[in-house]
């Protein structure tokens, strides 16, 4: 029986400083939570698909084509990315405490 490795605790302010990193290189402009992506930091679809390459290797995600046009700010991106390690912890939890 192989052991699930629950995945690493990221706090919600290490989250946002590396989506904010990763937007700010991806667009060579600073940006803050409330920058729109393609309003203020002129994202086109190469650079939001570069992005969420980024943003899926840094945390471990996998974010659809569907919902990454979605995300119009660097907030909603934040949530996006906190709402997927808060469902990785919980699956985690729940497969431990089922063995």
């Known amino acids: 029986m192989s052991t699930l490795i ?6 919600h302010d290490s989250i946002v400083n590396a989506v904010i990193i990763a937007v700010s290189e991806e667009s060579g402009r600073p940006a803050t939570l409330d ?7 002129n ?3 190469l650079s939001y698909i570069h ?3 980024q943003l899926e290797t840094t ?3 996998t974010i659809s084509d569907a919902d ?3 995300l119009s700010t660097v907030n909603q991106v ?3 990315v906190v709402a997927w390690k808060q469902k990785q912890a ?5 497969v431990a405490a089922s063995e």
């Open 90 to 94: 919980e699956i985690a939890s729940a």
């Open 59 to 61: 945390f471990d995600i």
């Open 43 to 45: 994202l086109d679809s």
């Open 35 to 41: 920058s729109d992506l393609q309003d203020d930091l």
């Open 6 to 11: 629950p995945p690493r605790p990221v706090s």
């Open 78 to 80: 934040v949530c996006y």
């Open 51 to 53: 992005l969420a390459q």
């Open 68 to 70: 990454l046009f979605r």
